[in-house]
């Protein structure tokens, strides 16, 4: 039997802001879930308590060696007032996947999706209830023993926070502007690409900046050794519809699985599309936008569902996708998650979990 959770109430609450005034991952509610690791003893305690934060020693692991990772998913309040998590199953197995990764020990999924679960019920007054919010859920595992030496640790923490959101980017649904990057390499195969730890996200901050400083949204990373095959998005996985065909880059250990790009794609296969999960050139990309065939680009991610590309600008070259506007395609698959998420569309494929 699975250990039960212990539940400690915050004695004050903090003020909710109003759904318009949400940004993304500023706000924190009411607790926190945590439970330890002991290498003697495995995971233990697992618990509810209020949002506080936490006394580390400074030769805690994770702070010199970066054996930490993350997960991201979110809650949404639908019309009918019942709040549902989307696809948290898929969520906890890549836990899981990136655990591994880093030696850090598994988690039983069925407890994983239990402090979810119990989390957001305790601060379920938090979940904003208008399209476009939602309550984000961020799980974390962090080294927590205190010692200097290159080893896996054997001490641990997993956390659950919260957070009311609004849109991930400040254009929210209109198409954003994404520098394709070659100077820089972000991940190779064998590498961290395919983990969500916060190794694979420090090495794109620097150029992201960069492409900020310019003008840009984001950066769209090319591969580590040719520097010519597409990628992914510093913050999430990228679409292309050429022609008829809607590719995107495969799984091959450098990019994340990201769970909204598992969605999109088997949205797009049951409507029947021909879809292809296949290594793309930016070559191939410029050579179908200077033959109008270049129809749409679209980033998917949990942070800000579909995302619309509008222009891509590489080695001085500014692509512009579609007029600059949401693509028909785009504009569906966004329809279609969203209406999911909050329960204004049947769940045919088991997608949502009530809490």
Not at 92 to 98: E, G, K, Q, V
Not at 162 to 189: Q, T
Not at 313 to 333: C, D, M, P, S
Request: net charge neutral.
């Amino acid at each position: 039997m699975s250990e039960a959770i212990r539940i400690t109430r915050a004695t004050t609450t903090k003020p909710k802001p109003k759904d318009g005034e949400l940004g993304f991952g500023t706000v924190f509610t009411d607790h926190l879930f945590v439970m330890d690791f002991q290498e003697e003893k495995g995971w233990y305690d697992p618990r509810v308590e209020p949002y506080g934060p936490f006394s580390l020693d400074p030769a805690t692991a994770v702070l010199h060696y970066g054996q930490g990772l993350f997960e991201g998913l979110k809650a949404f309040r639908g019309r009918d007032g019942t709040i549902r998590l989307f696809r948290p199953q898929k969520h906890a197995d890549r836990l899981n996947i990136t655990a591994r990764r880093l030696c850090i020990p598994s988690l039983d999924p069925d407890m994983v999706l239990r402090s979810w679960l119990t989390l957001v019920d305790v601060d379920r007054g938090w979940v904003p209830s208008s399209v476009g919010t939602s309550l984000y859920i961020r799980p974390t595992i962090v080294a927590s023993e205190p010692f200097l030496g290159v080893r896996p640790a054997k001490s641990y923490i997993y956390f659950v926070i919260l957070s009311p959101v609004g849109a991930y980017y400040p254009e929210g649904i209109n198409p954003v502007k994404i520098k394709v990057i070659d100077k820089y390499v972000r991940a190779v195969p064998g590498g961290l690409g395919e983990a969500k730890t916060a190794a694979n996200y420090a090495a794109s901050l620097y150029a992201a900046e960069e492409a900020k400083h310019e003008g840009f949204t984001q950066v769209l990373w090319l591969d580590g050794v040719h520097r010519k095959y597409i990628e992914e998005v510093g913050t999430m996985n990228i679409m292309l519809k050429i022609g008829d065909e809607v590719i995107t880059p495969p799984l091959a250990g450098t990019i994340l699985a990201g769970v909204t790009r598992d969605s999109a794609l088997a949205l797009m296969r049951e409507w029947g599309l021909q879809v292809s999960e296949r290594p793309i050139t930016i070559d191939e990309v410029r050579e179908a936008a200077g033959r109008g065939v270049l129809r749409e680009v679209w980033g998917t991610g949990t942070a800000a569902v579909i995302s619309p590309v509008g222009e891509l600008a590489y080695k001085g070259e500014r692509i512009v996708i579609n007029g600059g506007r949401i693509g028909e395609l785009t504009q569906r698959l966004y329809d279609a998650i969203v209406a999911i998420q909050y329960g204004t569309a049947p769940d045919t494929h088991g997608w949502t979990v009530q809490v």
